[in-house]
């Protein structure tokens, strides 16, 4: 046998350690460390750790189930959609409805068993797998389905549905849920004895982490408040004529998986851990957890959109390593509107590369000792199990977000990391870094708002009782109830209301500087610009100029450089020739000490509005400021909050759009 290292020189902890403090000369070693929005410490080094275990999950070898997201405000549009997804790869499809909170332009609208037939129309519904993601009108959704499979002569044993009723989900997105979760109970109940019944045994109760990840969560907080979610969905089979371990099937468990590569593989294997936990202190039988996952809204962006196809292929190959039994990609112009049909090719095909070329499945839990992803599993399982008590203690997921604690905790967090974002401690690459000026636009479908059906008649149904409810609301929906009508029917509990929590990307605020330089450019024909004033040697101005140019563009704002200025002559002379109106000091900073006020004072001469400066040059006796210098901008700073700063002053501040 070759032994691969065998011609390197044997090498330990120690020799690294001497190589890094030779690297770093003398510098603090802390400056390789990073920290994360949960507290946890990354480690720049991790021994491999050969005693882990394999955890419980998607079998090896078999592959994720290729979901494809379904969004059109016409069911017949839905229709074609869903065909073309399945005729070219996807072997799942993930219907969001115009009722669901993760409709975001076009949700499928749909009326009554009618609008079922036709989005159903030429799917083999007992060959695919469907998430029915509809909100509060999910469980319509489902009986509709279940009424059609009914009508088509389907055994509902072969279904492969799961319905996505997530009413924790319902509360924080829309601020209201019909009844507390205690009193859903015999819904629930009644709902399982009619599947047992008909022998469909998929999901019905989806505790769904992108509300939480979308609205700005960390990732110990979206599994902690995931998991109390579905403990709080476990929590209603209490009670049950009989300790069944399936019951913890009938839950399925949603997270989002982001451009962070390890930390999305580590909180998936922790999402697993955490919930054989619960099994262990709820004294049921170990299952394995069914684990959807969808490239995250929270990352996406509408300026060059085209690097959305980086982020959800990390994001992808994160969630097939991390152990997802299904996930779903996002495609690339998602924040931008409904998505052609190239881009959810480009989605589709990135999953099929993933598993057909790539072979990410043939491995069960891939990531099992491998040093780095293993600390930081199990530093996510302990934050997020430390989380989850806290939230315990307070009565569990409903009595905490509804008394203010999770709100104010993700909207803590949300907070830290917009502001790391205004730093660009974590920067948004083709939106706060990079961006593109001249980028073309790209090719969304246009399409009118999705109606939702309105209740048309008065309809009884029974109390909830052994599955009774359940097959009443099946029969009402194949004699043409509307969606609607079936909603309104069982909507007798008590209402529960809490304060919103909205999802947000983190691009926005960004993106709302270029969307004003854009109406600035349809008001006057063309863009700010400012003129980076390079002086000097090349080699004293380059990387300011360069640096600068990053900067300004982020805002929206053109810039033009200049030649090498000698003097405030040539400073001045420049300014009058370029078409700005705003100029910025680019060079050295023992050249800013030298000639800094001199080209300041001649660029405000030539009509320069504002001076601005690269750099953080020491400006003891005030020289600069005196020329005219307003502020510095450096590696480190507010750049959100310095390009604000410059569009109020030209003026542009008002033509900022607001989140979509």
């Known amino acids: 046998m070759i032994e691969l290292a065998g011609g390197f020189a044997a090498v330990d902890e120690t020799d690294w350690m001497a190589a890094v403090e030779a690297a770093l000369k003398g510098r603090p070693f802390d400056r390789l460390r990073t920290t994360t929005h949960d507290g946890l410490t990354i480690e720049p080094l991790y021994r491999g750790r050969r005693d882990a275990q394999t955890l419980a999950g998607r079998a090896g070898g078999l592959p994720w189930t290729v979901m494809a997201r379904v969004e059109h405000c016409d069911p017949a549009g839905a229709n074609a959609m869903m065909l073309e997804e399945l005729e070219n790869g996807a072997n799942g499809i993930d219907l969001v409805f115009a009722s669901s909170k993760h409709a975001r332009r076009a949700g499928i609208a749909f009326d009554t068993i009618d609008d079922m037939e036709r989005l159903f129309d030429g799917v083999f519904l007992d060959?695919?797998?469907?998430?029915?993601?509809?909100?509060?009108?999910?469980?319509?959704?489902?009986?509709?389905?279940?009424?059609?499979?009914?009508?088509?002569?389907?055994?509902?044993?072969?279904?492969?549905?799961?319905?996505?009723i997530d009413p924790i989900g319902s509360l924080v997105a829309n601020g209201w849920i019909t009844g507390s979760i205690e009193a859903m109970s015999p819904r629930l109940w009644d709902l399982v004895h009619f599947c047992e019944e008909i022998g469909f045994g998929g999901p019905l109760m989806s505790a769904d982490g992108r509300t939480w990840h979308g609205a700005g969560a960390s990732e110990a907080q979206e599994l902690a408040y995931t998991l109390a979610t579905a403990v709080a969905y476990l929590r209603m089979f209490e009670g049950a004529e009989r300790d069944d371990p399936a019951l913890a099937d009938r839950i399925e468990v949603v997270l989002a998986a982001d451009a962070d590569q390890f930390a999305t593989i580590a909180k998936l294997r922790a999402m697993r851990r955490l919930w054989a936990r619960v099994l262990d202190?709820?004294?049921?039988?170990?299952?394995?957890?069914?684990?959807?996952?969808?490239?995250?809204?929270?990352?996406?962006?509408?300026?060059?959109?085209?690097?959305?196809?980086?982020?959800?292929?990390?994001?992808?190959?994160?969630?097939?390593?991390?152990?997802?039994?299904?996930?779903?990609?996002?495609?690339?112009?998602?924040?931008?509107?409904?998505?052609?049909?190239?881009?959810?090719?480009?989605?589709?095909?990135?999953?099929?590369?993933?598993?057909?070329?790539?072979?990410?499945?043939?491995?069960?839990?891939?990531?099992?000792?491998?040093?780095?992803?293993?600390?930081?599993?199990?530093?996510?399982?302990?934050?997020?199990?430390?989380?989850?008590q806290?939230?315990?203690?307070?009565?569990?997921?409903?009595?905490?977000?509804?008394?203010?604690?999770?709100?104010?905790?993700?909207?803590?967090?949300?907070?830290?990391?917009?502001?790391?974002?205004?730093?660009?401690?974590?920067?948004?690459?083709?939106?706060?870094?990079?961006?593109?000026?001249?980028?073309?636009?790209?090719?969304?479908?246009?399409?009118?708002?999705?109606?939702?059906?309105?209740s048309t008649a008065d309809i009884v149904l029974p109390p909830p009782g052994r599955g009774r409810l359940a097959r009443a609301l099946v029969n009402e929906a194949a004699s043409g109830a509307t969606a609607a009508d079936l909603a309104r029917a069982r909507d007798t509990l008590e209402r529960v209301e809490a304060e919103v929590l909205k999802p947000c990307r983190v691009a926005h605020p960004f993106e709302a500087l270029r969307d004003s330089s854009d109406a600035y450019f349809e008001m006057h024909g063309r863009r700010p610009t400012v003129l980076l004033a390079g002086f000097g040697k090349v080699a004293d101005f380059t990387a300011r100029v360069t640096w600068a140019k990053n900067f300004f563009e982020a805002g929206g704002i053109v810039t033009e450089a200049s030649e090498a200025l000698s003097d405030g002559a040539s400073a001045g002379y420049a300014f009058r020739k370029a078409n700005a109106t705003i100029a910025c000091l680019c060079s050295s900073d023992a050249l800013y000490a030298e000639q800094g006020a001199e080209i300041a004072a001649a660029l405000k001469k030539a009509g320069a509005a504002h001076v601005y400066i690269a750099g953080r040059p020491a400006d003891a006796d005030g020289a600069l400021e005196k020329a005219g210098v307003e502020l510095a901008f450096y590696e480190g700073c507010d750049v959100l909050g310095a390009l604000q700063a410059i569009h109020a002053s030209l003026g542009l501040s008002e033509l900022d759009g607001e989140e979509d």
């Open 127 to 164: 060959l695919v797998t469907f998430r029915l993601d509809g909100g509060y009108q999910t469980r319509s959704a489902f009986a509709m389905l279940l009424a059609l499979s009914e009508k088509r002569g389907i055994d509902p044993a072969s279904l492969k549905v799961r319905a996505a």
């Open 281 to 388: 202190a709820s004294g049921m039988r170990q299952r394995p957890l069914l684990v959807h996952t969808e490239t995250a809204w929270r990352m996406m962006t509408r300026r060059d959109p085209w690097v959305n196809m980086l982020r959800t292929t990390v994001a992808a190959f994160a969630a097939g390593v991390g152990g997802a039994d299904s996930v779903t990609v996002l495609p690339f112009t998602e924040a931008l509107g409904v998505p052609d049909a190239f881009a959810r090719r480009i989605a589709r095909n990135t999953q099929t590369i993933l598993i057909e070329e790539s072979n990410l499945h043939r491995v069960a839990d891939p990531a099992a000792g491998a040093g780095a992803v293993e600390a930081l599993t199990d530093a996510l399982v302990a934050r997020a199990w430390k989380l989850f």
């Open 390 to 454: 806290q939230v315990e203690a307070e009565g569990g997921i409903e009595k905490a977000y509804c008394g203010g604690s999770v709100r104010a905790a993700v909207l803590k967090t949300r907070e830290e990391r917009a502001r790391a974002v205004a730093l660009r401690r974590e920067p948004v690459t083709g939106t706060s870094s990079f961006p593109n000026l001249s980028e073309k636009p790209v090719t969304v479908l246009k399409m009118g708002e999705p109606g939702i059906g309105r």
